[in-house]
């Protein structure tokens, strides 16, 4: 069993930055590919970015590719969201997930366990 908290959001201006933190509990964190997914009212959970266990890959929605940033501290066993210059249609809740299986997922589905959530809201 892993237990996942998030923290980190907030409302913030478009064109502001935000930092997410998910703090990882239970089994060998470092064992883990970590994801971050998005779900915005009235629509899907979808994919926003996913780190390889090690942090040495890392594959981003093309939505997001060049203003978010994810890494990991497996000392730490944490993994981070950094979000710059943000822009209304971010605003969303932000999941963390626990990829179990080997190799990277895009797919809810392909994570095992999940965050409660942390909200995130830009003003325009």
């Known amino acids: 069993q892993v237990q996942l908290v998030e923290s980190g959001g907030g409302l913030v201006q478009a064109g502001g930055s935000l930092r997410l933190s998910c703090a990882a509990s239970?089994?060998?964190?470092?064992?883990?590919?970590m994801g971050w997914f998005r779900q915005a009212p009235g629509k899907e959970r979808e994919f926003v970015a996913g780190?390889?266990?090690?942090?040495?890959?890392?594959v981003y929605a093309d939505s997001v590719k060049g203003r978010f940033s994810i890494s990991r501290d497996n000392a730490k066993n944490a993994v981070y969201l950094q979000m710059n210059s943000l822009k209304p249609e971010d605003t969303a809740a932000y999941y963390c997930a626990v990829r179990v299986r080997y190799g990277l997922g895009r797919r809810p589905s392909d994570y095992d366990y999940w965050g409660q959530g942390t909200q995130v809201a830009v003003s325009s």
């Open positions: 239970g089994r060998t964190f470092s064992s883990y590919a």
């Open positions: 780190i390889s266990r090690d942090g040495g890959s890392t």
